[in-house]
């Protein structure tokens, strides 16, 4: 490339392009065999040509094209350069990603990173029973009059004599609370027209009475329907202090939790590590309702009804995330 390129220089500045004759290895275009075999002729006719040493190494031959020559050499030298900075790159990058690797290896063993795939999720279920310390007994007086004012004056004194005869019995005002009162029109349908008829008005007022002493349910019932009340319903057992129970029913939800995740990591062979997450889903104490009703007034003495409260059933609800450990 170094003859060619002093070659393409002797060339251009000469004007003669047959300059490269001095190359070794070159033979002239005539076909004379006196040119061919080093005529002194054949010599001489070239001296006055400006020569250019060449280094003693390489064969080259006739350039047509010196300025292509020369491109092509840079070309190549670019290419080369290129190639060398591309395996640079290529080395610079490898190392990177591996140290990389190298830290993101050692950050998830001391941080305790963890994938998804070392995870396992469950929820657990708790039941406990516990006795109510609460019930609720609705009294209700219902009277009907040929209007609405006498309809609701007659009702009002006879659920006055009702929450009087309570008190009596040991039933104190903070344990009344009203929860209804209302006064309507009766209306009669005729099929026959279509058409309805209004016959008098109804009154209704109701009353909630919640007890802390289960041996008074029964006296609510006898001593309400004594004083006039025709429509008594409940008791509704509840759990007013479930304090103690709903911890319970955690307790045993946690313990659901974790032995469903046992039994899924074993299946899986797999075990269960620590506890990662673990959150409470709900805790519910419904309400256990006696549907027990009075309906007639009577001025005799009334049995009151025989009551046997019964156990509430709390549940809870827990999810909880455990590591799993191979």
């Excluded at 390489?58 to 350069?81: Q, V």
């Excluded at 903070?174 to 209302?182: D, F, G, L, R």
């Excluded at 029964?218 to 329907?225: N, R």
Aim: charged letters at 25%; aromatic letters at 4%.
């Amino acid at each position: 490339m170094v003859a060619s390129a002093w070659g393409r220089v002797s060339s251009t500045l000469t004007g003669h392009p047959r300059q490269t004759d001095v190359f070794r290895g070159w033979q002239p275009d005539s076909a004379d065999p006196r040119e061919t075999h080093g005529d002194l002729r054949a010599s001489q006719r070239y001296q006055s040509t400006a020569k250019i040493a060449v280094p003693p190494y390489g064969r080259t031959g006739l350039m047509k094209n010196p300025r292509k020559e020369l491109d092509r050499g840079m070309d190549l030298w670019a290419a080369a350069g290129l190639a060398v900075a591309m395996l640079l790159i290529a080395g610079v990058l490898f190392v990177s990603g591996c140290q990389a690797e190298e830290a993101v290896g050692q950050a998830t063993a001391g941080d305790q990173v963890l994938q998804p795939i070392d995870l396992i999720t469950v929820n657990g279920l708790g039941r406990v029973m516990a006795p109510p310390d609460e019930a609720v007994v609705t009294v209700t007086v219902e009277n009907d009059a040929p209007d609405a004012q006498q309809a609701l004056d007659e009702n009002s004194k006879r659920m006055n004599a009702v929450m009087e005869r309570l008190k009596a019995e040991g039933i104190t005002e903070e344990m009344i609370e009203t929860s209804n009162v209302t006064v309507f029109p009766n209306r009669r349908y005729d099929p026959e027209t279509g058409n309805e008829t209004l016959v008098g008005y109804r009154a209704q007022n109701s009353v909630r009475v919640t007890l802390r002493d289960m041996a008074l349910v029964g006296k609510v019932f006898a001593a309400a329907t004594e004083a006039g009340a025709n429509n008594i319903y409940g008791p509704e057992w509840r759990l007013a202090e479930d304090s103690e129970a709903v911890t319970r029913a955690l307790d045993r939800a946690a313990q659901n939790a974790r032995l469903k995740a046992e039994a899924l990591a074993t299946a899986a062979g797999v075990s269960v590590g620590d506890i990662l997450v673990l959150s409470e889903g709900s805790a519910v104490t419904p309400p256990v309702v006696y549907e027990t009703r009075a309906a007639d007034v009577s001025e005799q003495a009334v049995t009151p009804p025989p009551i046997n409260p019964q156990d509430i059933e709390v549940t809870a609800t827990v999810t909880a995330t455990y590591r799993l450990e191979r």
